[in-house]
């Protein structure tokens, strides 16, 4: 009952101005410097580009094991009503072919097959149709650590029978997929992780069939001022603290808060995936901001 009294408060509609934090300043000498050997942000510090995707891929290695746990007590459970919702919006259906990017520990991808399985036995009544064969679900993710622990929980849940499910390491930035492949792309909590966001929706247009659609369910930016306070206080403070204890990592969760700051805000992120070629952009904040589930659709 606690869940469903918190889902009910999530969803508050889109398209509405924030106010972030901005960065220390730099020497114009050093901003300069990084500007010519193609700079990057890696939480708060400037990487350059060649540098990012190395220490992302020892964050995403170093938490891996505790990723799902962390995330339970990060967001006390609410990951899971905010991916459930993600995936109502996706609309899954019998015989789709469906891309999730970032989705190594496999939660996404799991909702999706199992709505898939509940849609086709409502229409079906158990009978498994030659359109639920074709279905054909491709967990994306740069990180072996991250798939080798979605693996190992698709076996634990009895998924290992599953002829629609395959694991694929790959960079977001540079798919294997097939131009106007997939029917659904989605990426989960991945998109800010990227060097170039840009090259990543620039992708997920790409492997996209006419008609396809992207949703992207991100950790985002909070506008409601006294809230903003104490979620602020909360992500630097607390989050670090418990990574520390649970994961002992705390420098990953540290990149972990920052990065999400250094994330576009909502309406720059909308008019980015705009700029990417999708019609009908639009976004929907949940508990205020703290994520946030942007979509479109490629014509």
């Not at 509609?13 to 114009?28: K, M």
């Not at 996209?208 to 930016?221: P, V």
């Not at 607390?238 to 972990?256: C, F, K, N, T």
Request: aromatic letters at 8%.
């Amino acid at each position: 009952m606690a869940l469903r009294a918190a889902a009910a408060r999530l969803a508050s509609s889109s398209l509405r101005r924030h106010h972030g934090h901005l960065l220390p300043a730099a020497s114009a000498a050093s901003h300069a410097a990084f500007l010519h050997s193609h700079a990057t942000s890696f939480g708060f510090k400037q990487v350059r580009e060649d540098e990012k995707s190395k220490l992302v891929g020892n964050v995403f290695s170093s938490v891996a094991s505790s990723y799902d746990v962390m995330n339970d007590l990060m967001s006390a459970g609410l990951h899971r009503l905010w991916k459930d919702r993600l995936i109502s919006k996706l609309n899954p259906f019998p015989g789709m072919k469906h891309l999730d990017v970032a989705g190594g520990t496999g939660d996404v991808a799991f909702r999706v097959v199992e709505r898939i399985k509940s849609v086709s036995h409502r229409a079906m009544q158990g009978t498994l149709t030659d359109m639920e064969e074709d279905t054909h679900i491709y967990v994306c993710d740069i990180n072996p650590n991250m798939l080798e622990v979605g693996k190992k929980r698709a076996a634990e849940k009895g998924y290992n029978e599953e002829k629609c499910l395959s694991w694929v390491q790959g960079d977001a930035e540079a798919l294997s997929f097939e131009d106007g492949s997939m029917d659904g792309y989605t990426i989960a909590f991945g998109i800010r992780n990227v060097t170039h966001i840009e090259k990543a929706l620039s992708e997920a247009y790409r492997v996209l069939k006419k008609g396809g659609r992207f949703l992207c369910l991100e950790l985002s930016h909070v506008d409601v001022p006294v809230f903003k306070d104490i979620y602020d206080i909360y992500s630097f403070s607390v989050i670090p603290a418990v990574g520390e204890l649970v994961a002992g990592d705390r420098q990953s969760y540290q990149y972990l808060v920052e990065s999400i700051r250094r994330f576009p805000k909502q309406e720059k992120f909308a008019q980015m995936i705009q700029e990417a070629g999708f019609e009908a952009v639009e976004y929907e904040n949940l508990v205020g901001g703290v994520v946030a589930i942007h979509s479109g659709v490629k014509l």
